[in-house]
């Protein structure tokens, strides 16, 4: 039976799975692969302090990752259907393991956080650019 999301271990488990399934996706893991180069075991730890700040107000994260963002899009465009496959990953995931209050909100706010995070980037393809 599948419970909620109480604690650090549930937020390990849930982004080591998502990056997991990630690292194999045909659509975005060439980006984590790739054109981020990411080291992992840096990495990881970084996402379970911002998934336990997203989720319990830890205050464990203290990074931008709009940054980060930003200069993938510059190296490598970035697009909305990168940003949908994401969604769709991380939602699966976190429907295979859990279920609960908790679950529903990391949902909405990785939604959220997705949202923001192509209205800004996309931002500049939009406005006018003048001389």
């Known amino acids: ?21 990630v690292k194999a996706d045909e659509e975005i893991g060439f980006i984590f692969n790739d054109v ?3 080291n992992w075991e840096k990495h990881l ?3 379970y302090d911002f998934w336990e700040n997203v989720l319990f107000f830890t205050g464990t994260y203290s990074g931008n990752p709009m940054n980060l963002h930003n200069h993938l899009h510059h190296i490598r465009p970035l697009n909305h259907k990168h940003f ?3 969604n ?8 295979e393991y859990f279920k609960g209050a908790n679950a529903k909100l990391i949902k909405q706010r990785a939604i959220s ?19």
């Open 88 to 95: 769709k990953l991380f939602i699966a995931i976190v429907d």
């Open 36 to 38: 981020a180069k990411i």
């Open 113 to 131: 956080i997705s949202t923001v995070m192509q209205e800004k980037l996309f931002q500049s393809q939009k406005e006018p650019h003048h001389l």
């Open 84 to 86: 949908e496959q994401w």
């Open 1 to 21: 039976m599948k419970k909620d999301i109480t604690d650090r271990k549930d937020i390990e488990l849930l982004v080591n799975s998502f990056y997991d399934k």
């Open 45 to 47: 730890p970084i996402m």
